[in-house]
């Protein structure tokens, strides 16, 4: 459960690609239970990819990674080298894991700043991660 709460802190930094659009996004009703499961289970397959790039990115720097961004380049600018391309792999996989979830960018976007904003959305995604978690 501790990493649920972890998950809900790195959220604001798993935006896929920066929401330029001027329409307001997706309200708590527009998101079926399957998009909800879909994201759940992206995001528990992002955040193990996360806590395997801030372990190589920990090691690098020899303290803890600042918080990282993908849609925050200047996040990653400020890694040396070397953990900048394991951060920049990290974001690729995100993006791809996203994509291959059956969600686009733009629901998962929506989904994540919503349940930022929204109690009963957020409490929704961790029953779902709960229950995929479940064996």
Same mark, same amino acid.
């Given at each position: 459960?501790?990493?649920?709460?972890?998950?809900?802190?790195?959220?604001?930094?798993?935006?896929?690609?920066?929401?330029?659009?001027?329409? $307001?996004? $997706?309200?708590?009703?527009?998101?079926?239970?399957?998009?909800?499961? !879909?994201? @759940? =289970?992206?995001?528990?397959?992002?955040?193990?990819?996360? =806590?395997?790039?801030?372990? *190589?990115?920990?090691?690098?720097?020899?303290?803890?990674?600042? +918080?990282? @961004?993908?849609? =925050? $380049? +200047?996040?990653?600018?400020?890694?040396?080298?070397?953990?900048?391309?394991?951060?920049? +792999?990290?974001? !690729? =996989?995100?993006?791809?894991? @996203?994509?291959?979830?059956?969600?686009?960018?733009? *629901?998962? !976007?929506?989904?994540? +700043?919503?349940?930022?904003?929204?109690?009963?959305?957020?409490?929704?995604?961790?029953? @779902?991660?709960?229950?995929?978690?479940? $064996?």
């Amino acid at each position: 459960m501790s990493s649920l709460a972890v998950f809900f802190s790195i959220l604001q930094g798993c935006t896929l690609v920066p929401n330029l659009s001027p329409n $307001p996004s $997706p309200q708590l009703s527009n998101f079926s239970e399957e998009d909800v499961t !879909n994201y @759940a =289970q992206t995001v528990l397959k992002i955040e193990r990819q996360r =806590q395997m790039a801030y372990g *190589q990115i920990e090691a690098i720097i020899e303290d803890q990674p600042p +918080e990282i @961004a993908c849609n =925050q $380049p +200047e996040t990653i600018r400020k890694l040396p080298n070397n953990a900048q391309e394991i951060a920049v +792999e990290f974001c !690729n =996989q995100s993006k791809k894991i @996203a994509e291959d979830s059956g969600l686009s960018s733009n *629901q998962f !976007n929506a989904i994540t +700043e919503n349940a930022q904003k929204d109690e009963i959305l957020k409490k929704r995604i961790q029953n @779902a991660m709960i229950r995929i978690r479940k $064996p």
